[in-house]
């Protein structure tokens, strides 16, 4: 099922908040101030794509997220999905979409979760024969024998996840909108989900949208990353081509009580991140350039435990939020 999404914006409109007397006046009449969650995006996803949609906290994801499937309506701009407009076509585009919020289960908390899965194949009218065939698939990839039996609230949190995925799959959707779906799961847990998906996408060409701040997600699962940031899409690539993306450069990282605010930044360095006294820094794939800047940075500093690495998928993400944010978007 394919995406077309044409300068796409939404608007929140909150109520300001006041203190004092003012906050009576606002009661009594009250002012109200608009959000620009999402700022105009373009984008076309083809049916069968995976597709990593992602973005930092607040970036407009979920708002996003929720156009697409029909849950908020757009303030303006086009969107069809599979032909359809989802905020008119609700109903009818549910039987082709699953979605799965990581926050938000939709078991019944009470009951195992193959009756939810029987009850939903009832829902979404599936042919028995075919709820057979797709429960034994899933069942089989997500190992769910153990415990779909017992209630959904006696389940670990990686056991209703595996759950909620197979809900959401039960129905054979044509395009699968995941928001954190791995989180706070093992790397067993994680693993299985990553592998249903992509599975499912190999069998049945389902498009698969991933939100998730687990770039491991991303890596296993997508194959183009569009990455969006306070509103606005700011890049849109082949996985592929995000890894070159900080090609001839590499990753320079040191521990250092000091404060490193006044570091002399020559030119062809950029701070990635500093957290807990840990500094990332990206620098030029130079052995020359790369050894004076440790002896400076020796010099200057009390340094331990210095590495050079290869930037990971997760390094070249935050690199580009923070790059692309402070140079606008593309
Ligand atoms: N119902 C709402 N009313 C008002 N503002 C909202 C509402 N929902 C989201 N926002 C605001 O819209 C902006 C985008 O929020 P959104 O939830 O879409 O971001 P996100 O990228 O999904 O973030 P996160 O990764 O933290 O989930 C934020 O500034 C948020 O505060």
Known sequence: MNIIVRDLKKHYKVKKREVGLKKIKQLLKPEYSTIDAVKGIDLQINEGEMVGFIGPNGAGKSTTI???????????GDIFVGGLN????RKKLSYNIGTVFGQKSQLWFHLPPIDTFKLFSKIYEVDNFEFKKQLSLLVDI??????????????????????EIAASLLHNPKLIFLDEPTIGLDVVAKR?????????????????????????????ICERVVIINEGSLILDNPIKSLSGYLQNNKLLKFKTAHDISKLKMTAG??????????????VPDNNDFLSKIIVNLINDYEIEDISITEPSLEEVIHSIYTEKSLRGSV
Request: net charge neutral; hydrophobic share 40%; charged share 25%.
């Open 66 to 76: 929720k156009m697409l499937t029909g849950i908020l309506a757009p303030s303006s």
């Open 142 to 163: 997500l190992q769910l024998e153990p415990f779909m039996h017992k209630p959904a609230r006696q389940l670990s949190l990686g056991q209703r996840m595996k759950c």
């Open 86 to 89: 989802p905020a008119k076509d």
């Open 192 to 220: 299985q989900i990553r592998t249903a998906l992509t599975e499912m996408n190999k069998r049945e060409n389902t498009t698969v949208i991933l939100t998730s701040h687990d770039a491991g997600d991303i890596e296993a």
């Open 269 to 282: 360095i950029e701070i990635v991140s500093i957290e807990n006294e840990t500094v990332n820094l990206k």
